[in-house]
Structure formats: structure tokens, C-alpha cells
């Protein structure tokens, strides 16, 4: 099959289109030939043979961003076989046939629909094949083909990472790179100069200059100078086509920036300073700041100020404040006007990071003079002395002096000072001070043993100007005198065994005095000269301000004395001497044979008797086991019941009151009320209300017939008054409850005291008269009667 293609025009794409035209058979036409071997299409054998020339080249080219009204044309099929009666039809397949790429099936023009773009895709691959229109049977094996989009130069160049942000020192040489850009064309680089870039510089000259190959920025100027200026911004140019004409371009902008180097030293604004300064500033205060200024910046300006000379190197100081970069100038000693109105120093500046590149720009550092003028001011007395330290016996008189303090006015006036303590609120006003000599005088009797150091501050201040004060601490030092005698320095158990022998000692003993050191040991013991010599115990003096105690004798026997005293003597080393009295107190032990204490009780006279300790414990088991049984019998018998009253001739009627439940009518124990029926019977009989009288009981008819004529509330009331004027009775207080419910009752009394002695007597039948709230009784007491009577 034959290609044609009208699209070739460019000559070098002509010369690769060449023709190989076909000697063949009238049977088959044209066949492509491969490998030089042919193969027919029906199945024959290969046969070799001189082979057919046809199309060798297989691509088609179409122009990119066509915008005519019509199709674009791209080229034509041609079969051998199609003798143009129609009966050849050509089909076209593969990427875009059909939408992109249109074919007429009867003369094989390829045409383009629609409008490429190479930047999207660059060809398509497409297949073309001629069969039979009649029996659709190929003519020819399928031929592949390739149509490439040809470029044109339809994208300008691009800056991809613009705008750009650089740095480069100040002072660097001409030529010193700075920063390379770079642009890039859509635009196929293979084909002609569409994607060919060619830089250059629209803006920032004569400073800087750019490469045109390769886009390198260089500076164009020796020492550019950031202080004088600081900031550019370069605008490049990219443009295709070579820089040609027509060329399509993109710009870029590039912002550079000088950065710092110390190439410039500090400098002080003035050659001559002057500042004031009071006579009443505060050693270490700030007094006074100056500064050098640096056209640098950064670490580039940093600088130190130095005192390097004058007559005031001793009296100030100057420091570097690094924050600011100005020298802060400080006082080190007090200024006086009197002595010294002046001073005069030289102070340097300099830098603390140099750049020896530059060094043939310094020196650099600088200097400048500085005057100070000291202020005269009103000042405050100032004392003698920074602090004092005083002396004072204690036990002094009051107004004893304790020492004088001194101040005087630095001014040339020389006014007159007063002086007064400045006391707190809580402190003890134990000292004064004389407004005009500055004497302090004791106002107490003072005790070193209480408070032996005092503080005291003393305040001066002018005549003229009371409100300049200026304070001294004047510390105040109590001396000892011995005022205190020594004494024990503690309660002492001493302990003498019985088998102690003579010349042992039983303990040793120390003393303690409140006064000083110097007033209190060496301490002396001794006994009591003025008394007899004790022949049981001696004190030895350890001179050690310790002392022992010894026996004089052998053995010791509590049973004839437990406790001895030993009085003593004890005196201490002071001016005069001070001794004071004490006694000693010894007790008689019993002893183990290494000397431990084994009991100092009383249970020892026993012992003496016979008994051992084994004995003593036996008794008392035995008497505790004793009070046991006898407790255990009488609580028993307290809380036996005596069996009920079985003869209804024995009757006792008591009303008694119980602290926790009793027996009832069982209880006979209780106080007999017969005296209370019959008070004129008991008037000649009186018991003890202690014990439990022995009454023989009187038959009741006996005491029911005296009942009316006797006033029982006359008769209580006088029991009563007895019980309370009676010193011989114990005292406690009895509760009695009695039923009787006074004289002259119409009722009649329910009591059962007044029933009858058997219960044969009593008729119940006038129960059933009383309605039939009481049936229910009436009917009880009628069934008890009934059984009675049977």
C-alpha cells in the first residue's frame, strides 16, 4: 500500500520520503515487503523472489494549534490493488481514528477535526488496512503508522520558583556570585529554536549582571556598601527563539540584600562629655550612661566601654549594657564635695568582633573625655564609727552610763547633731541617750542571766533639718557578776544497798550555776561543818566539779531505817565565792550480789517474820477466793424465791416499792403494814427502819375496827417528822406506797385489804348489777362462786 502525505514541507523531512514503486503481479498489486520475503495473502507457499518496493516510511505530520475553518489535511492511502472503480475500501483505526482523525473510505485522505496541542501529546499510532468492498475480505496485511504532532512555538519561558530572595555580604568582590535562575520552555527543544532561552537583565544595573546561557546572577560593582545602600531588586528576562525577534519571553524578579561585615568602627558622637553627679549617690548606683554609635548592626556593632584613664579610675566604674551597646557608669566609692569637686576620665569604646579583612579601615575603637562634677548636698551627720559595741555590768544602778556615740555634720555648716534610739513598738526600753552628747545611760536593772545582749539602734540628725537622719547599731554587752550560788544540777534517786560496804561509792553528783564561766566552776562540795559528823555517809570532792558520795559503815537494814539525808554544801569559783545548801535523800534497798537494785518496798519487813514471797502470795489468793464465795452466797440468796403462801389464814398485805422487778405477791420481806392499819399499836412499838422487824401479825378484824377513828394522814405526817429528827438512823430514804384512799368514802374501797380473811365471805352477785359494762365480770366471779358452792 502506498502513503502520500502533502504535509511534508519542511526539505528535510522530504528527503526521508522515498518511492518504491511495484513490478508485481496483476493478481495481488503492491505487497509490503519485509525481510525480503513476500507472503501471500492466500495461504501459498513462501516463495523467493526479488522483492517489491512500496512505502518505508510511516509517518504522517500535522501542525499543532491549527485554527482554519476546514479540516486539516494530514496525508493519503493508496493501495496497488484499488484501480479506482471503487472497490477498494480503506479502513482507519487505532488512537483518535474516528474523532481526531477522519479517513475516506474510497481515496484514503486522512484529515485532522480538531486542533492539537504537542504539550499534551506529542503523536498518535493509527493502523490503516484496504479490504474488499464487495467481499470485505483484506487486500493487504494491517499497516501501522505513526502521525506526529509538529511544534510551533506557541509557550513563552517560565520562571517556576520566582520571585527570588537572596543575600550577599557588602564589600564583595566584582564577579561574586549571588544566585543562578532558571526558566523553562514547553515548546519542543528538538525542533528548531521554539524552546531555546537566551537570559538577560531588564532592571538592577550597574550593580548586578546575569549570564544569558545560564541564568548565574554576578555583582557588577567592587564594594558596594550596605551602609549606604541595603536593598535591590533585579528583574531578569528569559525569552526563546535564541532571543530572536518574535521570540516569546517570562520575566522574574529577584530581591537582593546586602548583609552586614564590620567594616565600620565605632565612633562617639562628641569629643567631650560632662555630667553631673550628687555627692549623695548610692555606691553601685548607675550614675550616668554614653554610648558610641556603629554604622553596623548585629553582632557587627558590638562593642565594650572601658575606663582607661583620669583620676577617677578608682572612684567609678563602667559597664556594657548589651541590650542598648551603651556604657552604663557606675559608682564604686562614696563622693565627698568637701574634698573632691571633680573628677576627670577617658572612656573607650571598642569593638568585640573584628574582621581582619577590613582591618585597614580602623582602628576600630575609639575614645572620648569625660567630666564629672560632684554636686554638693545637704547630708545627713554621719557617726564616728560604722557600728559600736558597748559593756555594762549587770545589777548596775539605774542611769549607769554604758558609752557615748559620736557624729557630726559632713557639711561645711557643721550644724549642732541631736541623737535619739530609735526603738520598735515591741523592744524593752532599757536604755536612753542624751539628745546632745550622744551618752547612753541604763533605765532598768539589767540580769545577764535573763537577756546578756542587747541591740539598740541610734538615730542623729541636724538641727536645721530634722528630717536627714542617719542610724548606727549600737550592740550592748551584759557582764557577769556572781549574783547566782551554784546548785544541784538535777534531782538525784540515790540508792544504798543493804550489803553495802564502808568506803563504796553509792553515787556521784554535779552542780550547775547560771552565772558566766568565770563566775561559776571550779565548784567545791563539802559537808556542813556547823553539824555533827554523819556517821553513815561522807562526800568526796572529785575536783572535777563533780563529787561522791560514800558509806562509813557496813550494812544497812530497812526494817530499822528506809531513808536517810545527807545535807551538803557546794560552792563556786566567783568573786566573791556564793555557796548554797542542799539534801540528799538516801533509800535502802535490797541488792542482787552484783549490785543491781532488787526492791525497795515494804514487803521486806514481812520477810523479816518468816514469810517468804511465795507465802505472801498463797494468803492473798486464799482471801480473794474467800470474798469470791461469800459474794456468790449472797447473790444467790437475794435471788432465791421463797415458795407461795399455801395457808390463806396467813395473810401479809405489803405495799413495797422495788429497784427492779420483785416477786409479787409472794415478796413477804418487805416493811409489814400493820403499824400503818393500826398507828395506835404503833405507837408502842418502834423499829430500826435498818433491819427487818420481827412483828407478830394481828388478826385483820382486829385492826379494821380502830380504823375509822384514827387520822392516817396525821399519822404519816408525824412518822415523817420523827424520821427526820432521828440521829440514829442511817441515812437513806425509803419510798413507801400505800392503797388507802382516805376516810368517809361513798364508793367504799376496791382495796383488797379491807376483804374478808376467806374467800368464802365475799358475794359477787351484785356485780351483775352494775350494767353490762361489767357482764363479762359478773359472769367470771358467778362461775367461781358456782364452783365454791359445789
Known amino acids: ?347 573607650e569604646g571598642a569593638n568585640t568582633h573584628l574582621d581582619f579583612r577590613f582591618s585597614h579601615l580602623g582602628p576600630f575603637k575609639d575614645a572620648t573625655m569625660l567630666k564629672i562634677i560632684v554636686g554638693d548636698v545637704d547630708e545627713p551627720p554621719l557617726f564616728s564609727m560604722p557600728s559600736y559595741v558597748m559593756e555594762v555590768y549587770e545589777n548596775a544602778k539605774i542611769g549607769t552610763v554604758v558609752g557615748t556615740v559620736l557624729a557630726q555634720d559632713p557639711d561645711s555648716d557643721n550644724s549642732l547633731v541631736r541623737y535619739f534610739i530609735d526603738y520598735s513598738a515591741e523592744d524593752d526600753r532599757c536604755f536612753n541617750i542624751d539628745v546632745n552628747t550622744g551618752t547612753i545611760r541604763t533605765t532598768k536593772v539589767l540580769d545577764r542571766e535573763e537577756t546578756s545582749w542587747y541591740n539598740i539602734t541610734v538615730a542623729a540628725s541636724e538641727n536645721d533639718n530634722p528630717g536627714l537622719l542617719s542610724h548606727v547599731t549600737v550592740g550592748i554587752r551584759v557582764l557577769d557578776v556572781n549574783d547566782n550560788p551554784p546548785e544541784l544540777a538535777r534531782e538525784y534517786d540515790i540508792v544504798v544497798c543493804e550489803n553495802s560496804k564502808p568506803g563504796q561509792v553509792i553515787h556521784t553528783i554535779s552542780a550547775t550555776d547560771k552565772d558566766d564561766f568565770a563566775n561559776g566552776p571550779r565548784f567545791n562540795f563539802f559537808l556542813d561543818e556547823h553539824l555533827s559528823i554523819n556517821p553513815n555517809f561522807t562526800l568526796k570532792d572529785n575536783e572535777d566539779n563533780t563529787a561522791s558520795i560514800l558509806t562509813r559503815r557496813r550494812r544497812f537494814s530497812r526494817t530499822i531505817q528506809d531513808v536517810y539525808y545527807l545535807p551538803i554544801m557546794i560552792s563556786d569559783g566567783g568573786i566573791p565565792s556564793l555557796s548554797s545548801s542542799s539534801t540528799l535523800t538516801v533509800r535502802v534497798c535490797a541488792c542482787e550480789r552484783d549490785g543491781r537494785v532488787r526492791t525497795c518496798h515494804a514487803e521486806a519487813f514481812l520477810s523479816s517474820a518468816g514469810l517468804s514471797t511465795g507465802a505472801l502470795i498463797a494468803i492473798l489468793l486464799c482471801v480473794v477466793i474467800l470474798l469470791a464465795i461469800v459474794v456468790l452466797f449472797i447473790t444467790l440468796r437475794r435471788s432465791k424465791k421463797e415458795p407461795l403462801i399455801i395457808s390463806e389464814e396467813d395473810v401479809r398485805e405489803n405495799v413495797v416499792t422495788y429497784d427492779d422487778e420483785g416477786g409479787g405477791e409472794e415478796d413477804t420481806e418487805a416493811f409489814d403494814i400493820t403499824a400503818l392499819r393500826n398507828p395506835s399499836a404503833a405507837e408502842e412499838l418502834k423499829y430500826r427502819r435498818d433491819i427487818r422487824p420481827e412483828v407478830k401479825l394481828t388478826p385483820r378484824h382486829q385492826t379494821l375496827s380502830t380504823l375509822e377513828s384514827i387520822d392516817v394522814q396525821e399519822f404519816i405526817r408525824q412518822k415523817l417528822a420523827e424520821a427526820d429528827l432521828d440521829p440514829s438512823v442511817p441515812p437513806y430514804d425509803s419510798l413507801q406506797t400505800y392503797a388507802y384512799e382516805g376516810q368517809r368514802s361513798e364508793a367504799g374501797s376496791i382495796s383488797s385489804l379491807d376483804s374478808a380473811t376467806t374467800q368464802s365471805d365475799q358475794d359477787y352477785h351484785y356485780l351483775g348489777e352494775w350494767g353490762p359494762e361489767f357482764k363479762k365480770l359478773a359472769e367470771l366471779y358467778g362461775e367461781i362462786e358456782s364452783e365454791r358452792t359445789t
Request: with cysteine.
Open 1 to 347: 500500500m502506498k502513503i502520500t502525505s502533502t504535509s511534508c514541507i519542511c526539505p528535510v523531512l522530504v528527503c526521508l520520503c522515498f518511492v518504491q514503486r511495484c513490478h508485481g503481479t496483476a493478481h495481488h498489486g503492491s505487497i509490503k515487503v519485509t525481510r525480503n520475503q513476500t507472503k501471500h495473502i492466500e495461504g501459498e507457499t513462501e516463495v523467493h523472489h526479488r522483492p517489491k518496493r512500496g512505502w518505508v516510511w510511516n509517518q504522517f505530520f500535522v501542525l499543532e494549534e491549527h485554527m482554519g475553518p476546514d479540516p486539516q489535511y494530514v496525508g493519503k492511502l493508496h493501495s496497488n490493488s484499488d484501480k479506482g472503480d471503487g472497490s477498494v475500501k480503506y479502513i482507519l483505526t487505532g488512537e483518535g481514528a474516528g474523532t481526531i482523525f477522519i479517513i475516506d473510505d474510497t481515496t484514503g485522505d486522512i484529515h485532522s477535526t480538531k486542533s492539537l496541542d504537542r504539550e499534551q501529546k506529542t503523536h498518535y499510532v493509527l493502523h490503516a488496512q484496504a479490504i474488499d468492498r464487495r467481499t470485505n475480505k483484506p487486500l493487504e496485511p494491517e499497516s501501522e503508522f505513526i502521525i506526529k504532532v509538529q511544534d510551533i512555538n506557541d509557550n513563552a519561558p517560565k520562571f517556576t520558583d520566582g520571585p527570588y530572595i537572596v543575600t550577599v555580604p557588602e564589600m564583595s568582590d566584582m564577579g561574586t556570585s549571588v544566585l543562578q535562575v532558571t526558566a523553562t520552555d514547553a515548546d519542543d527543544p528538538t525542533y528548531g529554536n521554539s524552546a531555546r532561552v537566551v537570559y538577560s537583565i531588564l532592571q538592577g544595573q550597574p550593580y548586578f549582571s546575569v549570564d544569558p546561557k545560564t541564568g548565574v546572577i554576578r555583582t557588577a560593582l567592587h564594594n558596594m556598601d550596605r551602609e549606604a545602600r541595603e536593598h535591590y531588586s533585579v528583574v531578569i528576562q528569559a525569552k526563546d527563539m535564541a532571543g530572536q525577534v518574535g521570540g516569546l519571553s517570562g520575566s522574574t524578579t529577584v530581591n537582593i540584600t546586602l548583609t552586614d561585615v564590620n567594616d565600620n568602627p565605632p565612633r562617639f558622637p562628641q569629643k567631650h562629655y560632662q555630667l553631673y553627679v550628687p555627692e549623695s549617690a548610692q555606691v553601685g548606683s548607675a550614675v550616668g550612661k554614653i554610648k558610641a554609635n556603629d554604622a553596623d548592626t548585629g553582632s557587627n556593632a558590638d562593642m565594650t566601654y572601658s575606663i582607661i584613664n583620669g583620676d577617677g579610675i578608682g572612684i567609678f566604674s563602667i559597664s556594657t549594657d548589651k541590650e542598648t551597646r551603651e556604657g552604663i557608669l557606675s559608682l564604686k566609692k562614696p563622693l565627698n564635695y568637701e574634698k573632691k569637686k571633680s573628677y576627670t576620665l577617658t572612656i
